[in-house]
């Protein structure tokens, strides 16, 4: 059993850059591969960002790629996303996710954490 807890949402400016994390206890982080999603109110929880276990492979959803940064620090436990230049659609519910599979496909992620608003402002 894996429990996940994110942290660093808020208010965020277009253009600004806010850090996410998600803190991981109670299994062995480093074999988890994990991810990023995000789900808007009225839409489809969406693929955002993950990254592999300790090669750190990484993989992002095209609306981020080149703003966001996915990273993981397995001494800490804990994976961040990097988000720069966010945009007002970038608003969301952002949750991190553990499985065995650093892949875009939500069924590949075992656990999940409770998620953290993100608000990007114009």
């Known amino acids: 059993q894996v429990q996940l807890v994110e942290s660093g949402g808020g208010l965020v400016q277009a253009g600004g850059s806010l850090r996410l994390s998600c803190a991981a206890s109670g299994h062995t982080f480093s074999i988890y591969a994990m991810g990023w999603f995000r789900q808007a109110p009225g839409k489809e929880r969406e693929f955002v960002a993950a990254?592999?276990?300790?090669?750190?492979?990484?993989e992002y959803g095209d609306s981020v790629k080149g703003r966001f940064t996915i990273s993981r620090d397995n001494a800490k436990n804990t994976v961040y996303l990097q988000m720069n230049d966010p945009k007002p659609e970038d608003t969301a519910v952002y949750y991190c996710a553990a499985g065995f599979a650093a892949i875009r496909d939500s069924v590949a992620y075992r656990y999940w954490g409770q998620g953290t608003q993100v608000t990007v402002s114009s």
């Open positions: 990254i592999s276990t300790v090669a750190g492979n990484t």
